[in-house]
């Protein structure tokens, strides 16, 4: 899938600043006893910038925080702390009024296209509600070429073919085009996918990302690509911002990322999805597999370690900064923010020229 060249940086539409939300777990009687409140760090200061005509990939494993993060930028859930930005100005949802204004906005595209529709109705339906919420009273003739132009944007031609069916007599790939749709509706200037593909036949998979991209650049829409398959992230987006645990751990164009990963946990995303023009398997580390750790009572330190192949002493106790690798890419790992190990490593991923 080809790639946009840019010359410079266009307009931040979307941008969240130290985001974290975190989430109190039912007390035990122990609890009662220390007194204590615990909570799942879901997502722990996170930054992350959304810009107008570009698609930013958000991966991880299951349970590394992504979801929730797109449920955060859909003002669907406080935060706990943090903010979130729209167009340069900070978000304030109070009441239902703001919240539908700030959806007219920005747009969420969920996993499952069958759940996010109501089967009891058509999808004439389904567009025509979404259109009067937005765009006013359409009625008649004006509502009917609205009625047309969102699934030609969408590539359900002929439109009378669909609107009168019900989802359950769509394909996955139709009722999630519809879904697309939907959101179209509102004319957003951000676009949050989460998963939209992973439910969907892999035939079809490459027929709805391309339709994504199309969007993307005729109207230079923001979009939050969150999957957990790297590899059509370095096909699909045009920079990648890599999660575990509720953490950023590394982010840059999607080329480079994949091809030169700088973050054990990269790696692993990677060696797990071979790509065959990424590195070769004896380039990519080996890990402990293990499991994730406990968000409840993460574990000091850099949050990787107990499963990091390269893991320090000062891995288990310090959190790592952030390290610039150059043309914007950055990695939070003491391979590189120390000197004792920064320039042996920063060596192995330097690009062959």
């Known amino acids: 899938m080809p790639q946009r060249t840019h010359h410079q940086a266009p307009p931040a539409a979307l941008a969240a600043h130290a985001l974290t939300k975190h989430y109190p777990v039912r007390r035990t009687a122990r609890d009662l006893t220390s007194r204590r409140t615990r909570r799942v760090h879901a997502v722990d200061a996170l930054d992350l910038t959304l810009h107008a005509g570009r698609v930013t990939a958000l991966v991880g494993e299951s349970g590394s925080g992504k979801s929730t993060v797109a449920r955060l930028l ?113 004319r957003p200037a951000v676009l949050l996918a989460d998963e939209p593909v992973s439910m969907l036949d892999v035939s079809i998979r490459l027929g709805v990302l391309n339709l994504l991209r199309r969007l993307t650049d005729s109207r230079d829409l923001a979009v939050l690509y969150i999957t957990h398959d790297i590899a059509s992230a370095r096909y699909f987006a045009d920079t990648t911002s890599v999660m575990y645990a509720g953490q950023m751990v590394e982010s840059g164009d999607s080329e480079s990322l994949t091809q030169n990963p700088a973050h054990p946990y990269t790696r692993l995303l990677i060696s797990s999805a071979p790509d065959p023009d990424g590195p070769p398997e004896e380039e990519v580390p080996s890990t402990d597999s293990g499991d994730p750790p406990s968000l409840i009572s993460p574990p000091p330190g850099c949050r990787f370690h107990p499963r990091c192949p390269s893991a320090m002493e000062r891995c288990r106790s310090e959190q790592p900064p952030r390290a610039g690798l150059g043309d914007g890419r950055w990695v939070a790992c003491w391979l590189y923010a120390d000197p004792a190990g920064e320039t042996a490593t920063a060596r192995e991923q330097e690009p062959a020229s």
């Open 74 to 186: 859909a003002g669907l859930e406080p935060v706990t702390s943090g903010t979130v930005s729209l167009h340069g100005d900070a978000v304030r949802i109070r009441n239902y009024r703001s919240f539908r204004a700030y959806c007219a906005d920005v747009q969420l595209i969920l996993q499952d296209p069958f759940a996010s529709l109501n089967p009891v109705h058509t999808i004439r339906h389904h567009l025509t509600r979404a259109l009067k919420l937005h765009r006013g009273g359409m009625k008649g003739a004006r509502l009917a070429r609205a009625l047309d132009e969102l699934l030609e944007d969408v590539q359900l031609t002929p439109a009378a073919r669909y609107l009168d069916k019900y989802p359950h007599e769509l394909s996955g790939g139709q009722r999630q085009r519809v879904s697309i749709a939907r959101a179209l509706a509102a």
